[in-house]
């Protein structure tokens, strides 16, 4: 099985959808960029063409690939003209179960027979979209890390019934995207998120109980952990919706309440403060100013 030639589809343009149809279409493939909202899909495409360029300046394309990057991409709002001539699906939309269910009703009923349906998912089960399918052996989870273009790993997830030539498809289409795959099983987080979310959760919860302020955090992260940036701008930049939307997953998977969402962060999510995307987190974002500054809240 491989899906040479074919049109690969990426459902939902926001932060993923956008990194995701950018390093397909770098790569040759046609992409149909596909969502509810036309706005987003324009942001999407203004995105993909800001961060070409930023790989230009960097010489890591030509201007020959930016212009047939961006001549690879056709945008749908409408999901089954997108899908109709796939051989991927790669879904990439609110992590949201319910919305996620209804997306794979629609694509599988859209799609044709031999097309493999992907998840970017974070968190929730392969098992549980593959059951909403008919073909719940051609599903799998291709989970990309943001910021897509850059970031080498793709978890590659395998539901209950994912047949073994549906993962070595996934595994090698990782590979020429010039991607590092790393196939894993289907629990809540898998691998990525179960330790990723409890440790941001944590951070959190240390700001939140007055142990450390956002300095003293990231400055213990960064010189302790060798991490590259603290847990509290990983949070802003993964968005706080989707850090919260996981460890729901995580908590409600598990049964365990150590899994439980920090109240600062529901708090957080709540009004709205969801990180780069809405211009606040626990630091603050201003267009044009790259200069990192804690939110007004913390500091
Ligand atoms: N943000 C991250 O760092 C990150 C990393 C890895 C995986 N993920 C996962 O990727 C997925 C997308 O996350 P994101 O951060 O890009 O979210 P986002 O909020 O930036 O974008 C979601 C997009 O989905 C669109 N959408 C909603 N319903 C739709 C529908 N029915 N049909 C088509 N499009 C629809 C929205 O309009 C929006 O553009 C989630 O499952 C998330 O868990 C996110």
Redesign the pocket.
């Known amino acids: 099985m491989t899906v040479n030639g074919g049109f690969i589809s990426v ?7 956008n990194g995701i149809a950018h390093v397909f279409a770098q790569h040759g493939f046609s992409v149909h960029l ?4 036309t706005e ?1 899909l324009n942001k999407a495409i203004n995105s993909i063409s800001k961060n070409l360029d930023r790989q230009l300046s960097k010489a890591v394309i030509t201007e020959e690939i930016k212009i047939t990057t961006l001549s690879n991409i056709k945008t749908f709002s409408d ?1 089954a003209e997108g899908v109709k001539q796939s051989q991927l699906v790669v879904e ?4 949201n179960t319910e ?1 996620k269910l ?2 794979f009703r629609q694509a599988d009923a859209a799609a044709p027979l031999n097309c493999i349906l992907a998840t ?4 929730i089960s392969i098992t549980k979209i593959a059951a909403v399918t008919k073909r719940p052996e051609s599903v799998i989870g291709m ?4 910021p897509v273009p850059v970031m080498k790993l793709v978890e590659i997830i395998n539901g209950y019934s994912t047949k073994k030539d549906v993962t070595d498809t996934i595994i090698a289409l990782s590979k020429q995207l010039d991607k590092i795959p790393c196939v894993v099983n289907d629990l809540p987080g898998f691998i990525a998120n179960r330790i990723l979310m409890p440790m941001i959760n944590e951070a959190i919860y240390s700001l939140y109980e007055g142990v450390a302020g956002v300095e003293e955090i990231v400055t213990i992260m960064k010189l302790r952990m060798v991490h590259p940036m603290g847990p509290l701008q990983l949070a802003d ?3 706080l919706d ?1 850090c919260l ?2 460890l729901n997953v995580l908590h409600q998977g598990f049964g365990n309440p150590k899994y439980a969402a920090c109240p600062l962060l529901i708090n957080m999510v709540a009004a709205g403060k969801l990180g780069i ?1 809405s211009g606040e987190g626990f630091y603050a974002y201003t267009a044009g100013n790259k200069d990192l500054v804690i939110s007004k809240r913390f500091s």
Do not use: C, P, R
Not at 11 to 17: E, F, K, L, R, S
Not at 92 to 95: D, I, K, L, P
Not at 143 to 146: I, Y
């Open positions: 459902i939902g343009a926001g932060t993923m959808g596909i969502d509810v909202s987003q999901l990439a939309a609110t992590e919305l209804n997306i970017n998912t974070s968190s989970h990309f890390m943001n930049f993964i968005g989707v939307s996981i995307k």
